[in-house]
């Protein structure tokens, strides 16, 4: 059997390959070794959420955002996407003045943002704590439960006739996929979306892994309305060598608080970081004291697939006209997986794209400075 497209893992990302390649009619196997988002995805928090920090990734988010609003009316309950909006919280003036940054940023690209003070971020979110300066209303962003929308996703690549394989795949050849097990997988195109795996078929690719501690509660319906996030957690996803934590909140739509969020460079081992979270917990309490009170019943890890730029790798392998790439997507794979799958379509089949793919280009990787 030979298929038109052989796609590396079954993550958020491979699965939105799967989908948008398969039903542009083309054949599609999906081989992961593990399952279906069993990675990186299956630790992720699932928020869909515009970014501005660079041109470029504004580009892709906001295009996956539109991507995964238009996706929604397919989408089962059990995906749980829910508009909760996000709030940008300033803690003080020097913050606000980030929020007004950024919300002229948005409405110079055509996205509405509204600017809270002290007393409407109050009300607004009741159980934060007095005295905050107050925040930047994005309500255009959601939330999805990313384990069930990786399974839609899937289902609906099976259904326009791509088969999923459990295996490990060993290497990328001229003929497809070679298997572990030494079977090869024939494919006129490989898709590596192998995550922070990638390099390990992709020899010389920049992806290393930023590990990130999440923590879910009980169910405490209405405690929190929106998608909250301080304005300094900008500085700790930037943060390239030291260890870093800011207050990052989800109210799930079945009333538990999904906490984050930790970012570890260097750091291999699956293990709790009791002094991590602890510092983690305490920037949350920080913001909301009430939050000392919920129980918590789950606590993991997981680990982002990071590049020098915080840009993903999307397209073509400059040494390979049949390979492509599609990972390195840090902390904002949920929400661009979709547009991702769209430019990896794109290219496999010579289609324009909606947004330049420039910038995302595997190149770039290995360009010499
Ligand atoms: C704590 C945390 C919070 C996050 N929060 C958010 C968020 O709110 N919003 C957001 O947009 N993103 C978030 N992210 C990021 C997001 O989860 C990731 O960017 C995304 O899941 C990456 O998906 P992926 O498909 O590229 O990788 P993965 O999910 O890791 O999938 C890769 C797959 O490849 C398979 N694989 C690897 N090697 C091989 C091989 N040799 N053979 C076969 N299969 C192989 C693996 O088994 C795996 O299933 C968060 C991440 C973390 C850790």
Not at 58 to 87: M, N, R, V
Not at 163 to 169: K, L, N, V
Not at 211 to 220: C, D, N, S
């Amino acid at each position: 059997m030979t298929y038109d497209v052989a796609i590396i893992g079954a993550g958020i990302v491979g699965a939105a390959c799967a989908s948008a390649l398969a039903s542009a009619g083309l054949s599609v196997v999906v081989i992961d070794s593990a399952g279906i988002a069993s990675g990186t995805t299956a630790a992720g928090m699932g928020h869909i959420v515009v970014m501005d920090d660079s041109e470029a990734q504004f580009a892709l988010t906001s295009y996956s955002q539109k991507l995964w609003d238009e996706l929604s009316t397919e989408l089962p309950p059990s995906c749980e996407y829910e508009h909760c909006g996000t709030i940008w919280v300033a803690a003080d003036d020097e913050e606000l003045s980030e929020a007004r940054r950024k919300q002229e940023f948005y409405t110079s690209h055509g996205s509405t943002a509204e600017l809270l003070d002290e007393r409407s971020l109050r009300a607004a979110e009741p159980n934060l704590r007095e005295g905050l300066a107050g925040g930047l209303l994005v309500k255009s962003d959601s939330v999805v439960y990313q384990l069930t929308a990786t399974q839609f996703l899937i289902n609906k690549a099976e259904q326009h006739g791509a088969e999923i394989r459990i295996g490990s795949a060993a290497a990328i050849t001229a003929e497809g996929v070679k298997l572990a097990n030494g079977e090869v997988v024939s494919a006129g195109a490989v898709v590596n979306a192998a995550g922070v795996a990638a390099p390990d078929l992709s020899s010389g690719l920049k992806i290393v892994k930023k590990k990130g501690h999440l923590v879910i509660t009980q169910r405490y319906p209405g405690f929190a309305r929106h998608q909250l996030i301080e304005l300094g957690y900008l500085k700790s996803a930037h943060a390239s060598r030291s260890d870093s934590v800011a207050f990052n909140l989800q109210p799930r739509s079945t009333g538990q608080i999904l906490l984050g969020s930790s970012r570890q460079f260097g750091v291999e081992d699956e293990e709790i970081d009791q002094v991590i979270l602890r510092r983690m917990t305490e920037r949350a309490f920080e913001y909301m004291p009430g939050l000392r009170d919920l129980l918590a019943v789950r606590i993991w890890t997981g680990f982002r697939p990071t590049t020098p730029d915080n840009l993903p790798f999307i397209g073509n392998l400059p040494d390979s006209k049949s390979t492509y790439v599609a990972a390195g997507h840090e902390g904002l794979g949920i929400t661009t997986a979709l547009g991702t799958a769209e430019l990896i379509a794109d290219a496999i089949l010579g289609r324009e794209s909606a947004i330049s793919p420039e910038p995302y280009s595997p190149d770039r990787n290995f360009a010499q400075h």
